[in-house]
């Protein structure tokens, strides 16, 4: 099946500063990229939608300036939460859509803790 | 809006028992509907979907839903649960296939399987 990757799947870094996630679609090309949080014990929110060469729609609540997503190429999306706080530690999940098959993939996840 | 309810956050079964995890839906229009398993610190893995047609859904490992309207529910069943099927399982609606569409995700359920 299509496989989407995530790099980094842990990343611990100091408050303050900027981490950058990727998701990359191996084996298909995205058109449509989703970009999910997902707190410890619970559900996937929904942050953003991003559609290869067009600004990000996020969802309600979800600070635009604060997760930054760019969808650059059909293969690479990325997240970067700028300036990390300890309130942003959480587990970030990509899904990546193949350009006219419809079904949805996911990546492995990204862990983020921020001291 | 859709939403999605999944009755109980944890579910004990012994190895080789039916496996039963219970979902319901609200949409507004005829729902799309998946299951996912989340294994620890990893992405989600479709299990199965109800797209059209046959409502009895057959998916991997052995699991399979059916697909009521008259009862908006979605349950995810297992004839004889194996060790391996220990993991978080997620509900999810959709409008569409899952492509373009945003996906709404139910609490989870843990499922955690005795010897």
């Known amino acids: 099946g299509a496989v989407v990757s995530q790099h980094p799947s842990w990343v611990i870094c100091k408050s303050g500063t900027s981490v950058k996630i990727e998701c990359r679609s191996l084996d298909f090309q995205a058109t449509t990229m989703f970009w999910y949080r997902q707190f410890p014990k619970q559900s996937l929110m929904l942050m953003a939608t991003s559609n290869e060469g067009s600004k990000a729609t996020y969802e309600q609540g979800v600070e635009k300036d604060k997760f930054l997503i760019n969808h650059a190429s059909l293969t690479l999306s990325t997240l970067t939460v700028t300036s990390a706080h300890p309130e942003d530690s959480s587990f970030y999940i990509c899904s990546a859509r193949a350009y006219l098959v419809g079904e949805l993939f996911f990546g492995e996840g990204s862990r983020l803790t921020v001291l | 809006a859709q939403s999605v309810t999944q009755l109980g956050s944890h579910v004990s079964v012994s190895e080789g028992a039916l496996v039963l995890l219970r979902c319901n839906y609200s949409s507004s229009v005829p729902p799309y509907l998946f299951w996912y398993v989340q294994y620890p610190n990893q992405g989600l893995q479709l299990l199965l979907k109800?797209?059209?047609?046959?409502?009895l859904v057959k998916g991997i490992n052995g699991f399979e839903a059916e697909f009521k309207k008259s009862e908006t529910s979605f349950h995810l069943t297992k004839p004889s649960a194996h060790m391996s099927d220990a993991a978080e399982y997620f509900c999810a609606v959709s409008e569409g296939q899952g492509g373009s569409e945003k996906l709404v995700f139910g609490k989870g359920t843990k499922l955690t399987v005795n010897p």
């Open positions: 109800y797209t059209t047609g046959a409502t």
